[in-house]
């Protein structure tokens, strides 16, 4: 899977209206997912070329699980699919901020939580507290 | 730099109140940056354990720049310094989300920009088109 283009100028990576991933060393690049409605950071992953294409093909969350070794389509065991509203890119193009709508919000982590971002580091004590809202 | 307590257990890294980094081969952690009062995502980058520590002890956004392979004072040269609001971190620690208000909005990204997420992927054409908002 390598159909993307590669090898742009700094200028037209930036600025430019093409997409060209810049994949990493392990062909990955981060996938920063929010909630379409809320805004709320959802969980934080990674994706290859072929997850990133199948995302935008179907409209719906593919991951690359770096544990697993293996294409995952979020959700497709807990139910907790994501219908994917926008998809947006930063300045280099390493990053990919998906705006999703989960069907199953409960279990978007895997810990059965909406967000996996449930602790906040208490700057007093250096520990985590739980976040309460 | 290596303060952090390591090889926790599953449950205690998940649901525990001990902070304890997970930094991947190269030594870093994610850092998902979004504005603390609007909520809009301005910047994906990574700490390492000094600039992790380092922001968390002056509550500024303080980065690992893996191009120019150095300690990253976030706006020490633009005058986009970022305070940070909040620190939270995922179910295995190894990102950190820092909700923050940047002092010089504008300089948050490298192109003059507000936010690095300034195109979003076309559904029909998979070319980028700029963000309008």
């Known amino acids: 899977m390598s159909e ?13 209206s093409k997409l060209s991933p ?26 290859n070329a072929e ?5 935008l093909e179907t409209r719906q969350t593919w991951l690359w699980s770096r544990s697993r070794k293996e294409l995952w389509h ?10 994917v509203a926008d998809i947006l890119t ?6 990919f901020w998906l ?9 978007t982590c895997h810990t059965g939580r909406v967000s996996c971002f449930y602790r906040s580091v208490n700057p007093d004590s250096g520990d985590l507290d739980p976040v309460t809202k």
Chains 1, 2 share one sequence.
């Open 22 to 47: 810049r994949f990493d060393a392990n062909g990955l690049v981060t996938a920063v997912i929010s909630d379409a409605d809320s805004g709320q950071l959802l969980m934080v992953a990674h994706m």
């Open 74 to 83: 979020k959700g497709a065991s807990s139910g907790a699919v994501q219908d």
């Open 51 to 55: 997850a990133l294409t199948k995302t």
């Open 4 to 16: 993307f283009e590669q090898a742009l100028s700094k200028k037209d990576l930036e600025e430019g």
């Open 90 to 95: 930063d300045c280099d193009q390493d990053t």
């Open 99 to 107: 705006k999703v709508r989960p069907r199953k919000a409960e279990d």
